[in-house]
Nanobody, 127 residues
Framework: EVQLVESGGGLVQAGGSLRLSCAAS????????ITWFRQAPEKEREAIAC????????MYADSVKGRFTISSDSAKRTVDLQMNSLKPEDTAVYYC????????????????????WGKGTLVTVSS
């Protein structure tokens, strides 16, 4: 059974940092890519960062580029999202998702059709 479990969310002041973690199990690590999504209240879900677990390739949405960093640890089977310089508009539920369509590298562009999803962790950034 595939499981993706997010952790690390919480309340932080604007300008602060948080590190989210996605613990992954139940699939062949190097065959997949992991994408972090977020969904703010009354807004559409947004893909913000992706990492290929085979080659370590990464991609970022413009909204987080330069502030967020995605990384993976195959030994721990975790994918982290380091979030710096947080803004109130970063407030959202953050989800990690796994997709095996790209043989462990990142796709050409973000898309929503993932194989597996976590249940999310809430990040609240106060002004």
């Amino acid at each position: 059974e595939v499981q993706l479990v997010e952790s690390g969310g919480g309340l932080v002041q604007a300008g602060g940092s948080l590190r989210l973690s996605c613990a992954a199990s139940g699939f062949t690590w190097h065959d997949y890519a992991i994408t972090w999504f977020r969904q703010a209240p009354e807004k559409e879900r947004e893909a913000i960062a992706c990492i290929g677990l085979e080659d370590g390739s990464t991609m970022y949405a413009d909204s987080v580029k330069g502030r967020f960093t995605i990384s993976s640890d195959s030994a721990k089977r975790t994918v982290d999202l380091q979030m710096n310089s947080l803004k109130p508009e970063d407030t959202a539920v953050y989800y990690c998702a796994a997709d095996g369509s790209w043989a462990g590298t990142v796709p050409a562009e973000f898309y929503n059709n993932m194989d597996y999803w976590g249940k999310g962790t809430l990040v609240t950034v106060s002004s």
